[in-house]
């Protein structure tokens, strides 16, 4: 299931830990980043290589609102709804997205390259309102900035 | 946004930043270290170990993470003697609405935080410290990664340090998306590979921490002020700001203001003055009608409770609320504090781990009967409802989250309750308010 630059890595990141069940983050990490998910077969195989049990790696998994079990679309916009963003007009972005995607929170349009999310407080409330994509973040939104994210990230 | 002070200074307290100077390019090694940076690791080394930490606890240091806890005090509370292995955890899981300060640091001081993170490593006889780092700041990891990248390159970290006895691990741990995780137990938890738990305490981390082992956890904007102590000294740190809470402190401004913004001053400035001179005023010049100090769990003031309350911890407690993250949340007089207060619901409930059933059913009822007032539906009894709620939830749960989750409504109700009237008396005249949030 890792690649060999992801297993060379594990086999480093396993010095920084006294427990392989420490491992189990930064190795979901590694699979999702690698997969676009974390499936079944995936955490069975977490499991077996970090000798913990598939049902810890299942807990993990549906703890955490990064590790996600089902793909996604090609792009996962999440937007910031919390207190800071939604003063400075988050509503508006949201319904620019929904009105644009075709699809509100949770959805993924039919063809596979967006899934909208609502985001807890992603720490940019002073350049609110915001969105992520993947690891970046677009700040200090307008619907027409919006578009232009839209219009680059379009296949 | 702006991570220097203002240009306009008139009224305004001069102040030069100590955690983010102006210094361009201070993110990288060479830089930082042309403008004294290491030194104060230097320093450090050529004291004896408990005499680093002295000079924290007499500096007065408080965490800035949200409970204000002596530094020092907290250090000191570390077995000296001890057969088992020592770690220090540094908290950058920041995911208090509200709050982007350490995410300052990461992008402009990140030696800052190393440097700290060693000297308190060499305080307290600990070889490993992890930096905890929620998971949405992937690119702020990787700049972090980046410089302690570069701090190994330059021999400051590592093994036999600068030709010491000393030797000292730091690696960065990548959170996952938990607002619990940066409650101390629950991010020990999340770094031994589990659910992010808080734990019963006591036993607290210093005896039985990671791996059960002697642990201290704290905030990255704590740790990056040690070296400006060590550097200075504790006398000069501690004339700083407020005398009992004294040093720089970094001020995220979010919410109605024309200068939204992490703004570094000495603590002790007054809640207007930052509103209106540093974060440049209410947009329309309104009128202020509630703000949220530090972080989405500390209690809302009033508009007209503002006068003479300060950024620090006595000045905000006597006023009824606390510094917290010194996340301040400014909301204009035509703010919708319902919709404000049923999103913060909403978050405590998406946010509490599940395990104490006062936080896990009691966020979830609290946001039920929020969304009743959201929706003009609400019954008059519905007020003390939540209020029996949130008073059920707090002191009843293992860890703070609950009180987070309860504090935040008892506020509003206790200083804003005609806004909960308002919405019975139009429920039950079928016309809703129009407002604007």
């Known amino acids: ?155 | 946004m702006t991570s220097q002070n203002p240009t306009e200074t008139s009224g305004k307290t001069q102040w030069d930043n100590l955690i983010l100077p102006s210094t361009p390019n201070l993110h990288k090694v060479e830089t930082y270290i042309s403008h004294g940076g290491y030194e104060a690791f230097k320093k450090a080394l050529e004291m004896k170990p408990e005499e680093v930490t002295d000079e924290v606890k007499k500096s007065n240091l408080r965490g800035r993470g949200g409970a204000c806890f002596p530094t020092g005090l907290k250090w000191t509370f570390m077995p000296k003697q001890t057969t088992k292995a020592k770690y220090l955890c540094v908290n950058g899981d920041e995911s208090e609405p509200g709050t982007f300060k350490d995410r300052q640091i990461f992008e402009f001081n990140p030696h800052l935080l190393i440097e700290g993170t060693l000297i308190a490593c060499y305080a307290m006889g600990i070889p490993t410290a992890y930096i905890y780092i929620r998971g949405e700041y992937a690119k702020w990891i990787k700049m972090m990664e980046l410089a302690l990248a570069d701090a190994y390159g330059k021999g400051f970290v590592g093994e036999k340090i600068l030709g010491k006895e000393f030797s000292c691990n730091i690696y960065i741990h990548k959170g996952a998306g938990a607002y619990i995780c940066g409650e101390e137990s629950a991010l020990m938890n999340s770094i031994e590979g589990e659910r992010g738990y808080p734990r019963v305490k006591p036993p607290f981390p210093a005896q039985y921490g990671l791996w059960g082992c002697p642990t201290t956890i704290n905030n990255v904007e704590t740790i990056s002020n040690v070296p400006i102590i060590i550097k200075n000294g504790w006398e000069w740190y501690s004339k700083i700001g407020a005398p009992k809470h004294p040093g720089p402190i970094l001020v995220g401004v979010s919410g109605h203001v024309n200068k939204p913004g992490v703004y570094e001053m000495p603590t002790g400035i007054p809640i207007l003055e930052i509103i209106h001179r540093w974060a440049g005023g209410v947009p329309g010049d309104k009128g202020i009608k509630a703000v949220i100090p530090g972080g989405s769990s500390t209690m809302v003031l009033r508009g007209d409770q503002l006068e003479g309350v300060k950024m620090d911890a006595d000045s905000m407690k006597a006023a009824g609320s606390a510094v917290g993250t010194a996340g301040l949340i400014v909301m204009d007089e035509d703010t919708d504090l319902i919709k404000v207060l049923t999103r913060l619901a909403k978050f405590y409930y998406h946010e509490s781990c599940g395990q104490c059933t006062p936080c896990r059913e009691g966020t979830g009822w609290l946001w039920k009967v929020l969304k009743r007032f959201e929706k003009h539906e609400a019954r008059m009894q519905d007020i003390d409802l939540l209020m029996d709620i949130a008073n059920n939830i707090e002191g009843n749960t293992i860890c703070a989250l609950g009180d987070a989750a309860a504090w935040p409504i008892q506020a509003m109700i206790r200083r804003f309750r005609d806004e909960f009237e308002k919405r019975v008396v139009h429920a039950q005249a079928g016309t809703p308010e129009s407002v604007a949030v």
């Open chain 1, 1 to 155: 299931m890792l690649n060999e630059s992801n297993k060379q890595k594990l086999e480093e990141l396993r010095k920084r830990y006294p427990t392989s069940q420490a491992l189990v983050l930064p190795v979901l990490w590694m699979v999702q980043e690698q997969e676009g998910y974390i499936s079944e077969d995936a955490m069975k195989y977490v499991a077996a290589i970090l000798n913990v049990s598939y049902g810890h790696i299942l807990g993990v998994v549906t703890f955490y609102t990064m590790f996600h079990s089902k793909p996604l679309g090609s792009h996962h916009i999440e937007v910031c709804t919390n207190v800071s963003c939604m003063l400075r007009g988050c509503d508006k972005i949201v319904e620019h997205l929904e009105n644009k995607l075709g699809i509100t929170f949770g959805e993924t349009s039919k063809d596979k390259k967006w899934t909208l999310s609502e985001a807890e407080c992603l720490g940019s409330c002073g350049t609110a309102p915001m969105l992520a994509i993947a690891d970046e973040y677009y700040e200090s939104l307008t619907p027409q900035k919006v578009d232009e994210i839209l219009e680059r990230l379009r296949p």
